[in-house]
């Protein structure tokens, strides 16, 4: 499961993970709300595991497809404005957009890899951790 918020913290991403059926989460919160900050109005999902695998025909076709893989939808990162980052099951991170819920572009780990968590650093540089092993990925901009 991962938590990340939009830049000016008008959203809250929330991804979940229960028996194979894996879902991002949106809500609307503020954060001028007494006690730290409040979520507002009700969750909307931007994408689950259906649609992902639907919609990603373009990236399917040059890996094997989410479901089936090892691992989950686990940790979750803002990488800027645009996209929200996650990790997948089968060794991959998806890159998502943070408005449409599309999958915008998948980057494939080794085979078997169960990935736990990412975490966005300076210079577009992704960490990823999973296997007793963390990986550093550098982004084009």
């Known amino acids: ?8 913290y008008s959203k809250l991403f929330v991804s979940n993970c ?20 409040s979520v507002k109005g009700a969750k909307t999902e931007l994408w689950d595991e259906k649609r992902i695998l639907r919609n990603s025909g373009r990236l399917e076709r040059k890996i094997q497809p989410l479901n089936g893989g090892v691992g989950c939808v686990d940790g979750l990162a803002a990488l800027d404005d645009t996209y929200l980052v996650t ?7 998806c890159i998502v957009n943070q408005k449409s819920g599309d999958l915008e572009a998948l980057i494939k780990l080794p085979d078997k890899t169960h990935l736990s968590n990412v975490a966005v ?8 951790t999973g296997n007793h092993t963390v990986w550093q990925i550098k982004l084009q901009p």
Not at 18 to 37: C, I, M, Q, T
Not at 87 to 93: F, L, V
Not at 121 to 128: A, E, I, M, P, S
């Open 1 to 8: 499961n991962g938590i990340a918020f939009s830049s000016d």
């Open 18 to 37: 229960v028996e194979g059926e894996f879902r991002l989460k949106v809500f609307s919160f503020d954060a001028r709300a007494k006690n730290g900050g």
């Open 87 to 93: 990790t997948c099951p089968g060794g991959k991170i």
């Open 121 to 128: 650093g300076g210079d577009r540089n992704l960490y990823v």
